[in-house]
């Protein structure tokens, strides 16, 4: 396997991705070549860095003896490139040098001359990539009792412990950022038996998964990213909870409960107030997170009409408020305007 990579510059990420998957790469990633967040996308919008390099994974060929093919309906001459007889008996770092510069040079062709002169190839050791992936993730304890465990982890030794089984996914949610670690803190504490939570930009499904193991009767998870959907579907399956959560995407309908969650971003927690508002009885509690303490204050303002504050709780420069709901009439259900999620944070749980 190799790496081909190069500066994005001023060049179409679409137009990129097409070349790139022309002469097959595995897999494409935008990397921050800078330190520049990137916290609030807009509902569909896809947000890269100003100075982004691109990434792409390449298995390298089999048969040297092959040609270097893109796909079919390229034009040839640009395209295919055959390696010389002469490179048969090459080792095998000569061979993917080979196969590596035609794939430069059609990238070349395809997107600028510049890409010969800026891009670099790496060899990348062939490894069972989830494996390496799961080493570094351990059973994490949030609260008193509640704890997120790898799928294939021992039980803690807690003989009061509550387990979520979770491994990393494609949907964001795993308990690592601070805002995930803050929401599962909450709800660690709050008495949850019985009663009904609503989980807004639901990710993995990490928080609607744990407020059913700590007592909960019934889940709404809610996102506006299908992957997200399927995730929260399977990890419920994973801890034999799938009875009692019900998987909705946007826009949905969502009927007043008890304790809503939504671990989104600062603006769409702003736009959303109304919606989650009323998604919440008289008496319910709301955690908002996915802010920054900065952010707190404009995110309090927005629901300090209808909520009582209840505390604000940080971690590094991000934080999560609870609210508690005034004791007042609230309308029915309302159906939910589409959600502004985290974008390839895609909004949701971590």
């Not at 990890?235 to 019900?246: K, M, W």
Request: proline content about 7%.
């Amino acid at each position: 396997m190799y790496e081909i990579e190069f500066p994005l510059g001023d060049l179409d990420s679409e137009a990129v991705e097409a070349a790139l998957t022309e002469i097959g790469a595995s897999s494409i990633t935008f990397v921050d070549r800078g330190d520049e967040p990137v916290l609030e996308p807009k509902p569909g919008e896809i947000r890269l860095w100003s100075d982004t390099l691109v990434r792409a994974l390449f298995q390298q060929a089999a048969d040297p003896t092959t040609n270097v093919d893109a796909t079919a309906g390229v034009d040839a001459k640009a395209a295919v490139y055959t390696v010389p007889d002469a490179a048969v008996t090459a080792n095998a770092d000569s061979m993917l040098n080979i196969e590596a510069t035609a794939h430069v040079e059609h990238l070349a062709s395809r997107l600028g001359p510049h890409i010969a002169q800026t891009a670099r190839v790496r060899p990348v050791a062939n490894q069972d990539w989830e494996r390496v992936w799961l080493i570094d993730w351990k059973s994490m304890r949030f609260g008193r009792r509640l704890w997120v465990c790898p799928t294939a982890a021992a039980a803690p030794e807690d003989p009061e412990a509550v387990v979520v089984r979770l491994d990393p996914g494609l949907a964001f949610g795993t308990g690592t950022h601070p805002t995930t670690a803050l929401c599962l803190q909450i709800l660690d504490a709050l008495p949850l038996s019985g009663r009904t939570l609503i989980d807004y930009g639901c990710g993995s499904g990490i928080l609607g998964l744990a407020a059913l193991k700590l007592g909960a009767a019934h889940v709404i998870a809610v996102d506006l990213d299908p992957q997200a959907l399927l995730a929260t579907r399977e990890n419920a399956i994973r801890n034999d909870v799938s009875s009692a959560i019900e998987v909705q995407g946007v826009p949905a309908t969502l009927r007043p409960v008890s304790c809503v969650v939504a671990n989104i971003l600062a603006g769409p927690l702003i736009e959303l107030a109304p919606l989650l508002t009323a998604a919440c009885e008289p008496g319910g509690d709301l955690l908002l997170s996915g802010l920054l303490k900065t952010q707190a204050y404009a995110v309090k303002a927005a629901y300090t009409s209808s909520f009582d504050m209840v505390r604000v709780v940080g971690r590094d420069d991000w934080c999560c408020i609870h609210a508690r709901r005034m004791v007042e009439p609230v309308g029915v259900g309302m159906a939910a305007p589409p959600m502004a999620g985290r974008g390839s944070v895609q909004g949701s749980s971590t």
